[in-house]
């Protein structure tokens, strides 16, 4: 422990009392979950209030994504804990969701990968502690950077946006509070967009990874699967650019070519082969008749959306 004395972060909302689990130590098994459920249930809401600056950032970071915008930076989150956690999760999720470089969205938490499964113990209080990263990256002005702090006060994340602003980049910040009440010694002018999911007191004092992570996570869903969607990498709702990394998308992508091409399985399965394993590519062959250098040229000039080739899906 620590002998300095940590500035009083009791006035954040996530840190303050839930009066409705005031007795959570006395109630039956079912109670406590019913009042957790219940809780549960109003995150959506906090959520919804947040869009329009969940927008600003999918913006921003389609921006970045995009090669034929002059972009080709990269979305880059970073946090501490339950935060850093989360971040990372949804990185790692979009190479095989929606068949992008892995380098396209990256996740650092604060402490480094062994802090997925342990505390790194006071990694977050570092100010300048992702500056490594950072220079390992060599983060740019074509990136746009996240920093996600349910508490909203952590060193980690606001030196890593001063940091990113410095180097040029779009800045901004997933929290459970006010950014207007956190302190004015915070670098507040570094910061280009403020998501605040506003979830309230937790059910455990304190215990931001129930939900302030669940907000999180529906926060950053949105933030990933929308700029995936202005990137082209969705077909009406089908999951064109999906990674054929397993027999279970393997066997999605064979649905989508057998619906969209009328071709049986067997031919399918040989058509997505010769299109390199790229749905995407597959469908353009099939249905506009070419080989995959032609197909590519066409999605090419239509920057990788399939509606102006093809229309809406069946």
Known sequence: MSKRTPQDRGNLITEQRLQASADLDSLETSQVLELINAQ????PAAVKRAIPAITKLVEAAAA???TSGGG????????????????????????PTFYCDPR?????????????????EHAEDDPAGIEPEFERLKVNERDTFVAIAAGGTTPYCWGAIERAKKRGCVTGLI?????????????????DHAVELI????????????KAGTATKLAL???????????????????????????????????????????????????????????????????LHCD?????EKLRQSDGKLRPLLGPPR
Request: hydrophobic fraction near 45%; include cysteine; aromatic fraction near 2%.
């Open 40 to 43: 549960d249930a109003t995150v």
């Open 64 to 66: 970045s994504l995009s």
């Open 72 to 95: 080709g930076g990269r979305l880059i989150y970073a946090g501490a804990g339950t935060s850093g956690r989360l971040g990372v999760l949804d990185a790692s999720e979009c190479p």
């Open 104 to 120: 396209d969205v990256v996740g650092i938490i604060a402490g480094g990968d062994s802090a997925l499964r342990r505390s790194v």
């Open 175 to 191: 929290c459970c509070v006010k950014v207007a009440d956190l302190s004015d010694e915070l670098p507040k002018h570094a910061l």
């Open 199 to 210: 979830v309230g007191p937790e059910v455990v004092t304190g215990s931001t990874r129930m």
């Open 221 to 287: 869903n949105m933030l990933t699967t929308a700029t995936m969607v202005r990137l082209g990498k969705v077909w009406g709702n089908l999951m064109i650019d999906l990674r054929v990394s397993n027999d279970k998308l393997i066997d999605r992508a064979l649905r989508i070519i057998t619906k969209q091409t009328n071709l049986d399985r067997f031919a399918a399965a040989a058509l997505l082969h010769q299109a390199e394993g790229s749905v995407k590519r597959a469908l353009v062959m099939a249905r």
């Open 292 to 296: 995959c250098a032609e197909a590519d």
